[in-house]
């Protein structure tokens, strides 16, 4: 898909589905390549994402919203019902009719698959992932474990972070250190970039994974929740320092 056309399809979702504020802009990279870290809000995280970062990305996905016969048992958990609060059989007719429309879309967007808890499957997905990298352009990942708990304030699910080894992989094929941006999506409307997070070469492999996982897992967390007292008057567009 041509960048135009991806702007296009995320301008329509905007309108329709999220027309939110993005805070922050001046914290985005001028250039690639680079990756965005995300909560996912449900369903919201993906489309504000798209719809408010002015930047052609290609997001993972979990695989099973990229297969037709699998994304409407996802639709249906995340959307028709915890979104649309519909019950059964209607959430699952309605998750079947949206898979004819979603799944290609995804495909349209460059969505790259994950296959959580396969090793062998998970290797192509970070070497699609470095392909895009090569190219200098974005990746947007939403790295939190769909198999955990949420916390029940921020809707967060504990990270993963299978998604720092893009930046070994980076590092070890270009010398180069790659920049992770974390993104927070609140439910008020509001989309924040923070500062990025750098892939340090010079800390243990173990190390550096927990690193940079918990200190973007941190800042998305604190901005989340100094976001939620926004309540009390407090500017949100005050959250993030400018680029020095």
Same mark, same amino acid.
């Given at each position: 898909m041509?960048?135009?056309?991806?702007?296009? !399809?995320?301008?329509?979702?905007?309108?329709?589905?999220?027309?939110?504020?993005?805070?922050?802009?001046?914290?985005?990279?001028?250039?690639?390549p680079a990756v965005f870290i995300a909560n996912h809000?449900?369903?919201?995280?993906?489309?504000?994402?798209?719809?408010? !970062?002015?930047?052609?990305?290609?997001?993972?996905?979990?695989?099973?919203?990229?297969?037709?016969d699998l994304a409407p048992k996802w639709l249906e958990k995340d959307f028709t019902i915890r979104q649309l609060h519909l019950k059964p059989p209607a959430s699952r007719w309605l998750a079947r009719g949206l898979c004819k429309f979603v799944v290609p879309l995804f495909y349209s967007l460059g969505c790259i698959p994950v296959y959580a808890n396969d090793y062998e499957r998970m290797r192509a997905t970070l070497d699609m992932s470095m392909e895009v990298l090569r190219e200098g352009k974005f990746l947007l990942?939403?790295?939190?474990?769909?198999?955990?708990?949420?916390?029940p304030v921020t809707k967060m699910q504990p990270f993963q972070h299978s998604f720092v080894r893009l930046g070994e992989s980076y590092y070890a094929e270009t010398g180069e250190r790659l920049p992770f941006y974390?993104?927070?999506?609140?439910?008020?409307?509001?989309?924040?970039?923070g500062m990025p997070v750098?892939?340090?070469?010079?800390?243990?492999?173990?190390?550096?994974r927990r690193r940079l996982k918990g200190l973007l897992e941190q800042e998305i967390t604190r901005t989340y929740l100094e976001m939620d007292g926004q309540a009390a008057g407090r500017d949100v567009r005050a959250l993030t320092p400018e680029r020095k």
């Amino acid at each position: 898909m041509k960048d135009t056309t991806y702007h296009i !399809i995320a301008s329509v979702l905007d309108l329709f589905l999220w027309s939110g504020e993005l805070v922050g802009e001046e914290n985005l990279p001028r250039s690639g390549p680079a990756v965005f870290i995300a909560n996912h809000l449900d369903a919201a995280g993906p489309i504000a994402t798209a719809c408010s !970062i002015p930047l052609r990305v290609h997001p993972w996905s979990i695989a099973d919203m990229m297969d037709k016969d699998l994304a409407p048992k996802w639709l249906e958990k995340d959307f028709t019902i915890r979104q649309l609060h519909l019950k059964p059989p209607a959430s699952r007719w309605l998750a079947r009719g949206l898979c004819k429309f979603v799944v290609p879309l995804f495909y349209s967007l460059g969505c790259i698959p994950v296959y959580a808890n396969d090793y062998e499957r998970m290797r192509a997905t970070l070497d699609m992932s470095m392909e895009v990298l090569r190219e200098g352009k974005f990746l947007l990942i939403f790295p939190e474990d769909y198999r955990l708990p949420k916390d029940p304030v921020t809707k967060m699910q504990p990270f993963q972070h299978s998604f720092v080894r893009l930046g070994e992989s980076y590092y070890a094929e270009t010398g180069e250190r790659l920049p992770f941006y974390p993104v927070t999506v609140h439910a008020s409307g509001y989309l924040v970039v923070g500062m990025p997070v750098v892939f340090n070469p010079l800390n243990l492999v173990g190390m550096e994974r927990r690193r940079l996982k918990g200190l973007l897992e941190q800042e998305i967390t604190r901005t989340y929740l100094e976001m939620d007292g926004q309540a009390a008057g407090r500017d949100v567009r005050a959250l993030t320092p400018e680029r020095k």
